[in-house]
């Protein structure tokens, strides 16, 4: 079994930067990608971005190119996504989910596990 664990969220003003991790504990030599997911109140869960760790690249919606950057560390099995100039638009719960699968990067059913959440909230 694989176990998620998500750090790094919080309250930010509108303009500053936050970096989340992401933690694969477990038998998670097998994890091959990560990926970040957004639930913003009252909206469905998305996801925009992640990381392959076989091949060692990483991957972001057009939407966040620019203010958020997916960065990984496969010794660790660990994903980062470090957010620069936040909007009240992105506070949400933010998931990170992972696959042994190379997958597709942006649906939810290609995950096979689920870390619990950390709420990012940014004031105007």
């Known amino acids: 079994q694989v176990q998620l664990a998500e750090s790094g969220g919080g309250t930010v003003q509108a303009g500053g930067s936050l970096r989340l991790s992401c933690a694969a504990f477990?038998?998670?030599?097998?994890?091959?990608?990560m990926g970040w997911f957004r639930q913003a109140p009252g909206k469905e869960r998305e996801g925009f971005g992640c990381?392959?760790?076989?091949?060692?690249?990483?991957f972001a919606r057009d939407s966040v190119k620019g203010r958020f950057t997916i960065s990984q560390d496969t010794a660790k099995n660990t994903v980062y996504l470090q957010m620069n100039n936040l909007k009240p638009e992105d506070t949400g719960l933010y998931y990170c989910?992972?696959?042994?699968?190379?997958?597709?990067?942006?649906?939810?059913?290609?995950?096979?596990?689920w870390g619990q959440g950390t709420q990012v909230t940014v004031s105007s």
């Open positions: 477990g038998y998670a030599h097998d994890i091959n990608r």
């Open positions: 990381a392959f760790f076989k091949s060692r690249t990483a």
């Open positions: 989910a992972a696959s042994e699968e190379r997958g597709n990067c942006y649906l939810q059913d290609d995950y096979d596990y």
